[in-house]
């Protein structure tokens, strides 16, 4: 089955700094969405690379995906404390069971 | 993009009683998911809820410990029935617009504490 799995890192970074994070999944997808979650609350959605794209960028988001290898990474760069967050890929595969899979996810924790 | 609001945004239930989370979406959307996540894990899929179909569950959820309501495009209740300790998450809707490569939003967010 498909399934997005972070390195189980946890970053700590200082303010400035750019704060990397990997993905890998297992299986063909159709896209890979990264999230944003601060302390437990929802869900924001950072950015979606489609299986026919390499990179994207975002604003301070850079995300590159590797469908050879099955890994992506998040890249933020200039990092601020406002990054402080849990950090989730999830692999879309919009035909069979039609479900978007969550990795682990990724504490960063951004140092003023 | 898609609005999302559901009330409560947290709650501390009894143990044997029964909480109905509720999802309001800004727009019509297809497709409704409810997800769940247990303190410091990921999150876990708990249905597929598409108006005008029963909803589909994930293998280990049953309709009724969560049963899900869909009246309408832009509308959809959980409801977390006869609790205990273990359903103690945070409980989050989502919605997915038309088309194969839509990007999932997701809601703020219902934080249950059971006891």
């Known amino acids: 089955s498909q399934q997005g799995e972070e390195d189980p890192q946890a970053l700590s970074i200082q303010e400035g700094e750019n704060a990397t994070m990997n993905c890998s999944y297992k299986?063909?997808?159709?896209?890979l969405q990264w999230y944003r979650q601060n302390s437990g609350r929802g869900l924001v959605h950072l950015i979606l690379i489609r299986s026919n794209e390499r990179e994207k960028h975002s604003g301070r988001l850079r995300v590159t995906l590797d469908t050879s290898k099955k890994s992506s990474s998040l890249l933020i760069t200039a990092s601020r404390a406002a990054d402080t967050a849990s950090y989730f890929c999830a692999t879309g595969r919009y035909y069979g069971n039609n479900r978007l899979a969550f990795g682990k996810g990724n504490q960063v924790v951004v140092i003023p | 993009s898609a609005v999302i609001s559901q009330k409560p945004s947290r709650d501390i239930c009894q143990r044997g009683t029964s909480l109905t989370i509720q999802c309001q979406v800004d727009s019509q959307v297809t497709m409704m998911f409810w997800y769940r996540q247990q303190p410091g894990q990921s999150l876990t899929l708990i249905a597929t809820a598409n108006q005008g179909s029963e909803a589909t569950y994930e293998s280990g959820f049953v309709i009724d410990k969560f049963p899900i309501s869909r009246p309408n495009l832009t509308f959809s209740t959980l409801t977390v029935s006869n609790m205990s300790p273990e359903d103690s998450s945070i409980y989050l809707c989502?919605?997915?617009?038309?088309?194969?490569?839509?990007?999932?939003?997701f809601g703020p967010g219902t934080r249950l504490l059971v006891l």
């Open positions: 299986t063909s997808i159709n896209n």
């Open positions: 989502s919605v997915r617009t038309s088309g194969r490569q839509e990007t999932q939003y």
